[in-house]
């Protein structure tokens, strides 16, 4: 069974800075991609960045491209968020995702932490 457990965030002012880290754990795990996704009071789940766990390649959502960099620890199978420049309409519950399969079914699956929250105050 697949965990991930996340942290960071927490409270920040407008044009400051932090960093999120989502662990994954599991046994015989074999990662393909995470990223990171967020959901803002009243509005839907939106992508904000996702990495390639072999090659590293990573894209992000237009809203924060220049500002957040997301990266990878292969060895420790966690990910990380750096956030700077933050705005107020950063603010959300940010949420890590997994999609990976196993040693032992190929099939591919995806997972979902329980979500951390970031407050940008203004």
């Known amino acids: 069974q697949v965990q991930l457990v996340e942290s960071g965030g927490g409270l920040v002012q407008a044009g400051g800075s932090t960093r999120l880290s989502c662990a994954a754990s599991?046994?015989?795990?074999?990662?393909?991609?995470m990223g990171w996704f967020r959901q803002a009071p009243g509005k839907e789940r939106e992508f904000v960045a996702t990495i390639s766990w072999r090659s590293g390649t990573t894209y992000y959502a237009d809203s924060v491209k220049g500002r957040f960099t997301i990266s990878r620890d292969n060895a420790k199978d966690t990910m990380y968020l750096q956030m700077n420049s933050l705005k107020p309409e950063d603010t959300a519950i940010y949420y890590c995702a997994l999609d990976y399969h196993t040693a032992a079914d190929s099939r591919p699956r995806h997972a979902w932490g329980q979500g951390t929250q970031v407050t940008v105050s203004s």
């Open positions: 599991g046994r015989t795990l074999r990662i393909y991609t």
